[in-house]
């Protein structure tokens, strides 16, 4: 296996649904190639960065919901006749 | 401001959601309106757009509460209703022709080598991460992510929906799905890399 295919099963293998047989060439090739291990800790490093970043205790979120978008949907859900 | 209903007692807020109760209402607004314009803002773009987007998430969660049955945690369902009305505006929003992704991708040598040396990151994923400018910054590099791109790393990374589910709300193949998540990820790789290498924030820089 070069690094182009590497490269292209990462997301099978970070996902755990790489066929056996494939794993196993991915993982010599890994085992011999420093590159691609760097390569392969970035990839899952970023995954886990978004998810951080953006995620459901990140520091983005405001404090208080915006008071106009709380009165405006809750004008709006009394003037709507099917709720 | 706001009542005193716990998060936690899911089942209860439900029957006074059904049952019409305005501070109910309102408990949802305030405690779910945060993360849905956070994550509507990162697959639109825009404020504006979020805001409004978000608002019709509500009004028609609220219409079909009597419809939500409890398989799912109420933010789940609530993710779900916002995410799909940010794709629903995205693909009415007049399209801005979207850059490409090529270069943001590994290139390799006729070898089959990379050709880029990876440089190490200065430290672990997670130390750096306990910066507030760090988080910043990964904020903004996958909001400059092409939006086709962004929005399955949005859905697949973020919001943790499966790739079947992904490519449904998205209408794409499994296949195609997983391309694009991939390619996000390497392109985001591509954006970050140089931050994180040699002189990431925080580091002493002679």
Redesign the interface.
């Known amino acids: 296996m070069k690094c182009r295919e590497l490269a292209e099963f990462l997301l099978d293998y970070v996902s755990g649904e790489l066929p056996e047989e494939n794993r196993s060439h991915f993982e010599l090739h890994l085992s011999r190639c420093r590159n691609c291990r760097e390569y392969l800790v970035q990839y899952e490093g970023c995954v886990k960065a978004g998810r951080i970043a953006c995620g459901e205790m990140s520091d983005e979120l405001p404090a208080d919901v915006p008071e106009d978008l709380v009165k405006a949907v809750l004008a709006a859900r009394k003037l709507d006749p099917s709720s | 401001m706001g009542s005193a209903i716990p998060v936690d007692d899911e089942a209860g807020l439900i029957t006074q959601l059904r049952a019409g109760d305005?501070s109910a209402?309102?408990h949802v607004?305030?405690t779910y309106?945060?993360?849905l314009?956070?994550?509507t803002r990162?697959i639109l773009g825009s404020d504006e757009d979020a805001?409004d987007v978000?608002?019709d998430a509500?009004?028609n969660a609220?219409?079909s509460v009597n419809r939500f049955e409890g398989n799912s945690k109420l933010s789940t369902w609530l993710h779900r209703i916002a995410v799909n009305a940010a794709l629903m505006k995205l693909r009415t929003r007049k399209r801005k022709p979207e850059q490409s992704i090529e270069a943001l991708l590994?290139a390799?040598l006729d070898?089959?080598?990379?050709e880029e040396?990876?440089?190490?990151?200065d430290e672990p994923?997670?130390q750096?991460?306990e910066r507030?400018e760090?988080?910043?910054l990964?904020?903004a590099q996958?909001d400059a992510l092409p939006e086709s791109y962004r929005t399955v790393?949005?859905l697949r990374?973020?919001e943790g929906l499966d790739t079947e589910e992904t490519a449904k709300m998205l209408g794409l193949t499994v296949n195609a799905t997983?391309i694009r998540?991939?390619r996000a990820?390497?392109a985001?790789?591509s954006l970050?890399?140089p931050h994180?290498a040699g002189a990431g924030p925080g580091k002493a820089v002679s």
Do not use: C
């Not at chain 2, 070898?111 to 990379?114: A, Q, S, T």
């Not at chain 2, 040396?117 to 990151?121: I, V």
């Open positions: 305005e209402y309102e607004v305030r309106g945060g993360r314009l956070a994550v990162r805001r978000v608002q509500f009004l609220f219409r590994p390799f070898d089959g080598h990379h040396r990876f440089q190490s990151w994923v997670d750096a991460m507030a760090t988080r910043q990964v904020r996958i790393l949005v990374d973020i997983k998540l991939h990820r390497q985001l790789r970050l890399a994180l």
